[in-house]
């Protein structure tokens, strides 16, 4: 038995994965959606954030590697885990989603816009 691993609760790591791969997601697109958000209501001053657009590619690559962790940490024994499990895999899926949504918008809808 080994002490160490035993002492890390799947739930809460998988639940911080989760939360950090949707901070990335969100980081990723404050470069590309904020600039064009800020336009929308005539607020110029965000097309700073225009100047990390090269950030995109290594922030989606973590975004995916945190998220991949999650689900590794949440779904990789069969029990049931109880409440916390629960509702750590209901974060990790809500990131997920999040994550999608704005990868999607970012290399799908704003090529498109052109």
């Given at each position: 038995?080994n002490?160490?691993?035993d002492s890390?609760d799947?739930s809460?790591a998988?639940?911080a994965?989760?939360l950090?791969?949707?901070?990335?997601?969100?980081?990723t697109?404050a470069?590309?959606?904020?600039?064009?958000i800020?336009?929308?209501?005539g607020i110029?001053g965000l097309?700073?954030l225009?100047r990390?657009?090269?950030?995109q590619l290594p922030?989606?690559?973590?975004?995916?590697?945190?998220?991949?962790?999650g689900f590794?940490?949440l779904?990789?024994?069969?029990?049931?885990g109880g409440?916390g499990?629960?509702?750590?895999?209901?974060?990790l899926?809500?990131?997920v989603?999040?994550?999608?949504?704005?990868?999607?918008?970012e290399y799908?809808?704003?090529p498109?816009?052109?």
């Open positions: 038995m002490v160490h691993q890390i799947p809460r998988g639940a994965a989760a950090a791969g949707m901070a990335t997601a969100v980081v697109g470069a590309c959606i904020g600039p064009m800020g336009i929308a209501f110029g097309g700073w225009a990390y657009a090269h950030l922030a989606t690559l973590l975004t995916i590697a945190l998220l991949a962790l590794r940490l779904y990789r024994r069969r029990d049931c409440t499990r629960r509702r750590a895999r209901t974060l899926w809500v990131a989603v999040f994550a999608v949504a704005i990868n999607a918008f799908v809808v704003l498109a816009l052109g």
